[in-house]
């Protein structure tokens, strides 16, 4: 069994600032530096430390060459990966000295995926494979019935959400990884477990999990509830949370873990990431996680 993710690559230009800049004011930034990112990119990232087979799909800009050589040298298969010379998708990201984030994205190459590419790239699948993706990409919807069709297991974080998402059938996702705000958005409810309801209720064989900041997270799956809390740490940037517990969650799944501790592993790695500067970067390996799980 083997994953792929078809899925974004950023250059990430990180600010420190002492908050976020308002309507209107010019603020000066204490630091800047240049990283690896993307959620497509981290997500890729995090499968290959937490131990999966993970193909990365997807189109590297002009300027875009590091992030290319970040994939291969974090283990993960670039043999899909499409030259374009539209500049190389990129965010603008500041930081705030409680770590917390604001995000400003332009997505350059990551908008330039063709049919014929994703053609190409699925013939490399097979039923039972699982596809990642994320809503930094074109094409998702496309992307999303060619993996349906080869009888991939599909799973969607719909971050960033908007209009996109609703044109994806719902229906041909295995699993929807989201955090509370983007759970709210799709369900109209921000109680983790009415917004499973009511997801549950127009897509049956829809599992979800949703994030929850310091509470933790949720796991859906059938009749199955899991609720993780999360391990406190001093959080120094949360930029890949989200795509660090997306990668070790899906590579639980894959290895057929209980959903608890698929869980428990996601949350830890996660919690381990937010210690850390960067996106990619501050992805911790199977055996940092192993380690601090063996303190719990």
Not at 76 to 95: F, H, M, P, S, T
Not at 116 to 128: K, L, P, R, V, Y
Not at 158 to 175: A, F, G, H, R, T
Not at 233 to 247: R, S
């Amino acid at each position: 069994m083997k994953a792929l993710n078809f899925g974004s690559l950023n250059l990430d230009y990180v600010y420190n600032v002492p908050h976020f800049v308002q309507p209107g004011e010019t603020l000066s930034a204490a630091s800047q530096s240049v990283f690896p990112g993307g959620k497509g990119l981290n997500q890729s990232v995090a499968f290959a430390k937490a131990g999966a087979v993970i193909y990365h799909a997807g189109c590297v800009g002009q300027g875009g060459a590091m992030l290319e050589q970040v994939l291969k040298e974090s283990g993960v298969n670039v043999d899909y990966l499409a030259a374009v010379k539209e500049l190389q998708g990129n965010a603008v990201i500041q930081v705030n000295p409680e770590g917390q984030n604001c995000i400003l994205l332009f997505g350059g190459s990551n908008q330039c995926i063709t049919e014929a590419q994703i053609e190409s790239t699925f013939s490399h699948f097979d039923a039972g494979d699982y596809l990642i993706l994320q809503n930094e990409v074109n094409s998702l919807s496309k992307i999303v019935d060619a993996g349906y069709v080869r009888g991939m297991r599909i799973v969607l974080n719909p971050s960033p959400y908007n209009e996109i998402i609703n044109s994806v059938d719902l229906s041909k996702i295995s699993w929807l990884l989201m955090n509370e705000v983007e759970a709210e958005q799709l369900s109209g409810s921000d109680d983790p477990e009415e917004a499973w309801k009511k997801i549950h209720e127009n897509y049956p064989e829809l599992s979800v999990l949703i994030t929850l900041g310091s509470q933790g997270s949720m796991a859906f799956s059938g009749s199955e509830t899991v609720h993780q809390d999360a391990f406190p740490v001093k959080a120094v940037d949360t930029t890949a949370a989200g795509d660090t517990f997306t990668g070790y969650f899906v590579t639980g799944l894959m290895g057929n873990l209980p959903l608890a501790e698929c869980l428990r592993r996601a949350s830890m790695a996660s919690s381990i990431s937010v210690t850390r500067p960067g996106a990619a970067s501050s992805i911790p390996t199977k055996e940092e996680v192993d380690l601090q799980l063996a303190k719990c």
